[in-house]
Nanobody
């Protein structure tokens, strides 16, 4: 599976962005998809995940209430709507396809990873 993440950019604090993750060569409709991020000088961290039918979503506490993950299996696309952005949200955001219909918060539960898209939030 080849994943392409897009939608990153430079935004002011309080602004919003929508990230997209498209899968090529193979559908991920039977798998969970997660978003992770890696800030400068920090380890990659969980952001959100969505189960295969979209019925279950889980968020890290740091983004809960501000970010929304959704998916359109017909388009093989998962979205991360980000609002009320903060400077601490600055990071490279990666999408990943899980090993199972629900794959949890741990990165080891995800097999295929996209190349990442950079989000920069200015204060």
């Amino acid at each position: 599976v080849q994943l392409q993440a897009s939608g990153g950019g430079l935004v002011q604090a309080g602004g919003f962005l929508r990230l997209s993750c498209v899968a090529f060569a193979r559908t991920f409709s039977n798998n969970a998809v997660g978003w992770f991020r890696q800030a400068p000088g920090k380890e990659r961290a969980f952001v959100a995940t969505i189960a295969w039918r979209g019925s279950t979503t889980v968020y890290d506490d740091s983004v809960k209430g501000r970010f929304t993950i959704s998916r359109d299996n017909a388009k093989n696309t998962v979205y991360l709507q980000m609002s009320s952005l903060k400077p601490e949200d600055t990071a490279i955001y990666y999408c990943a396809v899980g090993l199972r219909p629900y794959s949890g918060r741990e990165s080891r539960g995800y097999r295929y990873w996209g190349q990442g898209t950079l989000v920069t939030v200015s204060s």
